[in-house]
């Protein structure tokens, strides 16, 4: 009998009490509240769906506009091209017509 009394009061004992009475218990509770957070943890799963969507929606917006930067970019280098191709152009341009000029003059300083 004296074993019994010590094993009742041990540690282990109450423990293995405690198990068993979560394990009895939260069963219970979850079927019991479970009217009550069906509704809840499908407001949090919808809150999430539309977090994402919007957030999906925003980083689209976001590349929209990183693409239409890129290619108003890409235009301006364009044109910045041609003029310079266009300025060499027409310094070539000059260049022959002041030889032109040049040996003009000279043909006639020469006759």
Do not use: F, H, W
């Not at 980083?59 to 003029?83: C, F, P, S, T, Y």
């Not at 000059?94 to 003009?104: D, G, I, S, W």
């Amino acid at each position: 009998m004296a074993q019994l009394d010590v094993l009742v009061k041990s540690d282990l004992m109450k423990g293995v009490a405690i198990g068993l009475g979560v394990a009895v218990l939260v069963p219970a509770a979850a079927i019991a509240l479970a009217p009550v957070l069906r509704p809840v943890a499908r407001g949090a799963v919808k809150a999430g769906v539309l977090a994402y969507e919007k957030t999906r929606e925003a980083v689209a917006e976001i590349g929209e506009v990183v693409d239409d930067l890129v290619a108003e970019v890409q235009d301006e280098l364009q044109d910045k091209k041609e003029v310079r191709e266009a300025e060499d152009e027409m310094r070539e341009m000059a260049a022959k017509a002041a030889q032109a000029v040049e040996a003009a003059l000279n043909g006639d300083k020469s006759a």
